[in-house]
């Protein structure tokens, strides 16, 4: 598969210069990828009104407040989708670098006390009260918006260790020790895990990607090792069942939010876990209500959904007129796509327990803003096609 893709690369990453080699042809927009995101923006809504709904009450006396919240950042999300979708995508390359720079900034702001904002020990927001967003997920656009460029102007040097791979790997993994210094393990993953996706889409050697991978494991590992909460995680996920009252909370309360949900749920509205019995129930762990609530019908409907929001993202990068299109379209698609089955695989622990949310459905201002505006830009590619691709 990856050497196909290789092979729908186009030579050039001008529209001008492609078209003399391939003609291209102006697309309606993708009617199939909008009803996805919609179809998961609408389970967003609905499950942060149901697993929120207690919190609310107990802490602002209104069962809405988050659900409320959410839909003001969804309208401030479609606005800025609108223009990353309207917008000549070819623009970003040359600014990019600019973006990332700015995003490594942002990060390190958060680190400087009194600026960033700690919440539960960690120290990941900049601003104050309904004000505050997370740098960290507005880095993971910048860092798919950087590899984009870098990659669509080094071509065939990506096969080259010391020449294609290896310079890039530097700044992800300058972004990803930033934020693992929040202290959010999750999110600096998820840096490493599209990176990574994006160089093999590239044509990257699995080699030197493994290689790649052996050399950065064993500061990661220590890492782990010197943290007790990064520590704890772990052996959490490896028997759950060992400290259920504690370290294991999480997911055994998840697993039984899931269990008894069954096929069919316990109907929307009714879930018991989110008394006060799941933590993050509206946010990181939202799938868990969801399955409870919608039972396994629910929650394989939302994996369908991510399963062909990737086909279609996939669709408009391998058809995409140049190559930055076509990195763009596969980073922003791994991005989304990773981030889901990184939280799903959290909540059913078949992942150590992370902070990272679900795109589209968890609540969070910051989270959902990012993922519109991939979904957009992906769209936005998606306008230009190959008429050979077509």
Same mark, same amino acid.
């Given at each position: 598969?990856? $050497?196909?893709?290789?092979?729908?690369?186009?030579?050039?990453?001008?529209?001008?210069?492609?078209?003399?080699?391939?003609?291209?042809?102006?697309?309606?927009?993708?009617?199939?990828?909008?009803?996805?995101?919609?179809?998961?923006?609408?389970?967003?809504?609905?499950?942060?009104?149901?697993?929120?709904?207690?919190?609310?009450?107990?802490?602002?006396?209104?069962?809405?407040?988050?659900?409320?919240?959410?839909?003001?950042?969804?309208?401030?999300?479609?606005?800025?989708?609108?223009?990353?979708?309207?917008?000549?995508?070819?623009?970003?390359?040359?600014?990019?670098?600019?973006?990332?720079?700015?995003?490594?900034?942002?990060?390190?702001?958060?680190?400087?006390?009194?600026?960033?904002?700690?919440? $539960?020990?960690?120290?990941?927001?900049?601003?104050?009260?309904?004000?505050?967003?997370?740098?960290?997920?507005?880095?993971?656009?910048?860092?798919?918006?950087?590899?984009?460029?870098?990659?669509?102007?080094?071509?065939?040097?990506?096969?080259?260790?010391?020449?294609?791979?290896?310079?890039?790997?530097?700044?992800?993994?300058?972004?990803?020790?930033?934020?693992?210094?929040?202290?959010?393990?999750?999110?600096?993953?998820?840096?490493?895990?599209?990176?990574?996706?994006?160089?093999?889409?590239?044509?990257?050697?699995?080699?030197?990607?493994?290689?790649?991978?052996?050399?950065?494991?064993?500061?990661?590992?220590?890492?782990?090792?010197?943290?007790?909460?990064?520590?704890?995680?772990?052996?959490?996920?490896?028997?759950?069942?060992?400290?259920?009252?504690?370290?294991?909370?999480?997911?055994?309360?998840?697993?039984?939010?899931?269990?008894?949900?069954?096929?069919?749920?316990?109907?929307?509205?009714?879930?018991?876990?989110?008394?006060?019995?799941?933590?993050?129930?509206?946010?990181?762990?939202?799938?868990?209500?969801?399955?409870?609530?919608?039972?396994?019908?629910?929650?394989?409907?939302?994996?369908?959904?991510?399963?062909?929001?990737?086909?279609?993202?996939?669709?408009?990068?391998?058809?995409?007129?140049?190559?930055?299109?076509?990195?763009?379209?596969?980073?922003?698609?791994?991005?989304?796509?990773?981030?889901?089955?990184? $939280?799903?695989?959290?909540?059913?622990?078949?992942?150590?327990?992370?902070?990272?949310?679900?795109?589209?459905?968890?609540?969070?201002?910051?989270?959902?803003?990012?993922?519109?505006?991939?979904?957009?830009?992906?769209?936005?590619?998606?306008?230009?096609?190959?008429?050979?691709?077509?």
């Amino acid at each position: 598969m990856r $050497n196909a893709m290789r092979k729908t690369l186009p030579a050039s990453d001008s529209f001008h210069e492609h078209a003399s080699l391939r003609s291209y042809v102006t697309a309606p927009p993708d009617t199939i990828l909008f009803a996805v995101v919609a179809s998961l923006v609408g389970f967003g809504l609905a499950m942060i009104f149901s697993a929120s709904s207690a919190q609310a009450y107990a802490d602002h006396h209104d069962t809405a407040y988050y659900v409320k919240r959410q839909f003001i950042w969804l309208i401030v999300g479609g606005i800025l989708a609108l223009v990353a979708y309207r917008m000549d995508y070819r623009k970003l390359k040359s600014v990019a670098p600019w973006i990332f720079g700015a995003s490594l900034l942002s990060l390190l702001a958060v680190l400087v006390p009194h600026v960033g904002v700690v919440v $539960n020990g960690a120290r990941r927001w900049i601003g104050a009260g309904s004000f505050s967003f997370q740098p960290s997920e507005f880095a993971k656009l910048a860092l798919v918006l950087y590899l984009a460029a870098m990659l669509s102007a080094r071509g065939d040097r990506i096969r080259s260790l010391s020449k294609g791979l290896f310079p890039l790997c530097l700044p992800v993994f300058a972004a990803a020790v930033l934020v693992l210094k929040e202290p959010d393990m999750g999110t600096a993953s998820l840096y490493v895990l599209t990176a990574f996706a994006m160089f093999i889409a590239a044509g990257a050697q699995a080699m030197h990607v493994a290689l790649v991978m052996l050399v950065t494991a064993p500061p990661a590992i220590l890492s782990v090792i010197a943290s007790p909460y990064k520590r704890a995680r772990v052996f959490a996920f490896i028997d759950p069942w060992k400290d259920p009252q504690n370290t294991g909370f999480h997911i055994v309360q998840s697993l039984y939010a899931l269990g008894s949900g069954g096929l069919l749920g316990l109907g929307l509205g009714a879930s018991r876990e989110k008394y006060f019995y799941l933590p993050e129930q509206y946010t990181d762990f939202i799938f868990s209500v969801l399955g409870e609530e919608l039972g396994l019908l629910g929650t394989l409907t939302v994996i369908v959904l991510f399963v062909v929001f990737a086909y279609r993202a996939m669709r408009i990068a391998i058809a995409a007129p140049d190559r930055f299109g076509f990195f763009l379209s596969a980073g922003c698609a791994s991005l989304i796509v990773i981030q889901a089955f990184v $939280n799903i695989g959290v909540v059913t622990s078949s992942w150590p327990v992370t902070g990272v949310p679900l795109p589209f459905i968890s609540f969070g201002g910051s989270s959902l803003v990012v993922s519109l505006v991939c979904a957009a830009l992906i769209m936005n590619v998606g306008r230009y096609r190959r008429v050979d691709a077509s």
